[in-house]
């Protein structure tokens, strides 16, 4: 069964995360979706990231309407630096006679060759990257052509809306006092709102 991977900090999980998710899940006709959320990662800054019990916890509240969710603590096992090759390797061993695909941002594409045993990575996954409108098409294409020729890396692109919402403008927006309802789904909105250390009301 071909299966979706969506890692990522979660910092927090979002409307956005969901919306991409289920775009990717019916485009590929993928069996189901799994969220990984990072413990630590090796590529992001631990500043403002909260403890990854509370992210799992937020994560697995937001994605528990959809069937095909699925929520994993597969990083969060170890204390040490998590890289997608370890990852993937034990997600091969559950995972045996599944056809995984990795659901990237544009921005990640490009850091993608950055990764630890990229080679090996490659082959354990497909990719699918879905685009961001700060980003051009030919540009996009130019990378996929490269992974593919110096990697013989499986990549695919979705043709989903752009979406322009990050857990970054959730964390600024309580700290300024805003609203984040219709960016969070309803079920963790108050729980995002206080843990991030916002007052929670009602809009």
Not at 125 to 148: G, H, Q
Not at 178 to 191: E, F, G, W
Request: neutral net charge; charged residues 25%.
């Amino acid at each position: 069964m071909p299966i979706g991977i969506m890692g990522g900090t979660f910092n927090p999980i979002h409307i956005g995360h969901l919306i991409i998710a289920e775009y990717v899940r019916e485009e590929f006709k993928l069996d189901s979706i799994i969220f990984i959320p990072n413990g630590n990662p090796p590529h992001k800054s631990y500043e403002n990231l909260i403890d990854a019990k509370l992210r799992l916890s937020l994560m697995e509240k937001a994605i528990a309407d959809n069937c095909f969710f699925i929520s994993s603590d597969i990083e969060l096992r170890s204390d040490k630096i998590n890289y997608t090759i370890d990852t993937l390797r034990k997600l091969k061993s559950q995972y045996i006679d599944d056809e995984l695909f990795f659901i990237v941002g544009a921005d990640t594409l490009f850091e993608l060759d950055s990764w630890k045993d990229f080679a090996n990575v490659s082959k354990l996954t497909n990719f699918i990257v879905y685009k961001r409108a700060t980003y051009v098409s030919e540009t996009i294409d130019l990378k996929i052509k490269k992974l593919k020729s110096t990697y013989s890396a499986k990549v695919f692109e979705s043709r989903g809306p752009f979406i322009d919402i990050s857990s970054t403008l959730i964390r600024d927006r309580i700290a300024k006092g805003l609203s984040i309802k219709y960016l969070v789904p309803d079920s963790i909105r108050q729980d995002v709102t206080k843990i991030y250390g916002g007052n929670w009301y009602e809009l």
